[in-house]
């Protein structure tokens, strides 16, 4: 499969817990964005990268997110200090630099108890 | 920042019948409008895309058409199918760069 691909599928953890997601995007997409669902609502912007700088995070997002992209291929996403309200579904999506298109991967579902 | 808003927010079809629906966006300097499908579970996927300096754009049963002066786009589903049930979602995005969604459109196609 060439796709974007995310691990873990679902993470269930309890509150004040950290959790970290991985992508991995299409091999030379050298951009990759996160973004985050909930039920309802159409995917919110997070952040993204183009190759291993991250060129914009939403002013949305707290200090408790962070994400990394340390040899410009795969990312991480941690969420420290997880709260009810991180509850969602994490997806992650690659493009080329120069290209629109962006391709979703299957997304993370995270359930904060 | 970009605001896209999208409507209706849900819609039921007779399977036969057009399906349309409503984007409008804020950021005049937006240039790229793409639409998703998103079943219930699953990841959004591309269904059909338009950038500004097109007006309208067609693949098979849909179209993207839009209006840069209105800033506003809007897909058109022809001979809709029970299959074409899903979650619908607008975007925008400037330069390749971060794509703002609409809220969705949850179509339902009764055979």
């Known amino acids: 499969d060439t796709g974007v691909s995310q691990d873990p599928r679902h993470k269930i953890t309890k509150r004040g817990q950290n959790v970290t997601f991985r992508c991995d995007p299409i091999?030379?997409?050298?951009?990759l964005y996160w973004y985050r669902q909930t039920l309802g609502q159409g995917p919110e912007f997070l952040t993204y990268?183009?190759?291993?700088?991250?060129?914009?995070k939403s002013r949305l997002l707290s200090d408790r997110f962070s994400a990394e992209r340390p040899k410009g291929s795969f990312s991480t996403l941690e969420i420290q200090r997880t709260e009810q309200g991180d509850s969602a579904m994490y997806l992650c999506?690659?493009?080329?630099?120069?290209?629109?298109?962006?391709?979703f991967g299957p997304g993370t579902r995270l359930t904060v108890l | 920042g970009e605001n896209v808003e999208q409507h209706p927010s849900t819609l039921s079809v007779q399977e036969g019948d057009s399906a349309v629906i409503k984007c409008t966006y804020s950021?005049?300097?937006?240039?790229?409008f793409p639409w998703y499908k998103q079943e219930l579970g699953k990841r959004p996927q591309l269904i059909i895309d338009?950038?500004?300096?097109?007006g309208e754009k067609k693949d098979q049963r849909i179209a993207v058409t839009l209006n840069k002066t209105a800033k506003h786009f809007s897909l058109h589903i022809t001979e809709t199918q029970p299959e074409d049930s899903a979650v619908y979602f607008c975007?925008?995005?400037?330069?390749?760069?971060?794509?703002?969604f609409g809220d969705g459109t949850t179509l339902t196609v009764k055979p």
């Open positions: 999506a690659s493009s080329l630099a120069l290209e629109d298109t962006q391709y």
């Open positions: 091999s030379e997409h050298n951009r």
């Open positions: 990268f183009q190759n291993e700088a991250q060129l914009e």
């Open positions: 950021d005049s300097a937006s240039n790229y």
């Open positions: 338009i950038r500004s300096n097109v």
């Open positions: 975007a925008a995005s400037i330069r390749a760069g971060k794509s703002t």
